[in-house]
């Protein structure tokens, strides 16, 4: 199953974290950008082609010592379908530098329309007999609000495609707790009861390291409800947001993870994409900065947490 | 706000409805592939000129009778980037015909991130100080999971641009009730509250027929919750899937209306794109086919609901 995957990967590079890919124009360095705009105007195309750019010398710079990235769908989205070719570059990039992609999409529908996203960010899709990868990331977000009919389609292609899920449960954000931190009539709140259907979801895409192909998002940036959670939910990974730029730090991360310092993959996005601005370093050491922030991350969490595995 | 728009297509075609643009290849008549599968080969090029082949022919048919489309996301982006340059183009033929267009993503994230949604379906992105359109539909649908942080950032875009969101609050499938109907300590079930948060965030964007920028999306299969989200939420339009293929009809809709027919819009999909395959017509058929079923659709339900407006 695919957590496998990733699990062997934070075993290999003893860094249980995941580079976020959320590049905004801003984000992106001014020589990357000026290339970019001259070649193509300062058109969708334009703005795809620095979008690719960057995140391929964030790719080269971080994937011998991080096991995997994070591209979030919306930032490729807002550039138009010239957006979204370069979030399939930047997939097949990565996956062809050996790191783990989790599509942050946050997908989520029933049925059918459910399986065509499996198919779109996870599978293969048939066209009239020939098959064709339309993004093939190896994880995919998916928000659970619509019930089984949401999740069940996507179990089969993490069985027989060997990828994975991340479901919402308890996110980063500070009103998160408006609906998820609801009590339900049985006494447990609302994202529990999520976080305890992802352990049902889970049963059949068992691993070997005790996780099932059903992770979990679990925000940072509550450290109380990431240590309920990690008791309540034993065979279920958590991709936890909101560490750095959000707030949570290294401390308030420690919950996610289970005794041998797995169970959890820590995400920075802005940290890491935006080290060589924070620093006032200029454009071109970005890359540089983006690895040395990376390193200074996996150091700080697993000073904390002790050898993995 | 963009809601009067819709509701002034719905008046000026006495016609209640939106036609689903959910193009499988298994919808689209044989013709359309043949042409297409020769000119681009069984690829994902092939299958995105297929889907907008087939989408023309549908908008042609439909424009002056029925005020809306809904293209889901979901079925463009199986098919790529291509797809989604398939799911521009969709659009942008649609509004130049006239039509209202709700882009069924369910997208949800926070702060900036759903900004960077909005921007992607609604607005225009800034690239270097040129505006450029990435999607440009009227309105979204949205997933409310992460609360007012995931929904406020959408509610500029719709102020300044004129357009609209819709959100999840009943959905029609059948697992829908294991989060939506739980109950909360208060009494009221997760969905109940969901539309009461609809009509919070709507205040800010009322439009001039009494419905704010702000609807929600609830199923036709749950006749019963239609009625009681009606009653309880009286400045939200519903968008209402489930009519026809997933067993909702006519009587099963009417309680989504207010007393002068307006209050909702009700969707098909395979009911309109298939027509001409479930009356076992030639392809060469599928728009006439289309056009009948949607007037069809139409005269039951005005049938029984009587003038709008």
Redesign the interface.
Known sequence: MSMDRLIEGILKTQNPTVAGL?P??SYIPEHI?AEC?QKYG???D??AAALLAFNRGLIDALCDIVPAVKP?C??Y?????????A??DTIAYAREKGMFVITDG?????????E??A???LGK??????L????DGDCLTV????????IVPLLNICKEQDKGIFV?VK??????????N????GGDT?YL??GK?CEQWGESTMGKYGYSGVGAVVGATYPQQLGELRSALKTTFFLVPGYGAQGGGADDVLPAFDEKGLGAVINSSRGIMCAYQKRGLPGEDFAKAAREEAIRMRDEIVGKLGKIG
Do not use: C
């Open positions: 959320d905004k124009l950008k705009f300062k058109t969708l334009g703005a979030q919306a930032y989205e807002m550039y138009g379908w010239q957006g979204m070719k979030l399939h946050k997908r989520n529908d029933i049925g059918s329309t459910m065509a996203y198919t779109a960010h899709v048939d066209v009239e007999g020939e064709q990868i339309p993004f928000n659970g609000y619509l019930g089984s009919d949401g919402l996110t980063s954000n500070p009103s998160s707790g408006e609906l998820q609801l009590k339900l009539e609302v009861t999520m259907k």
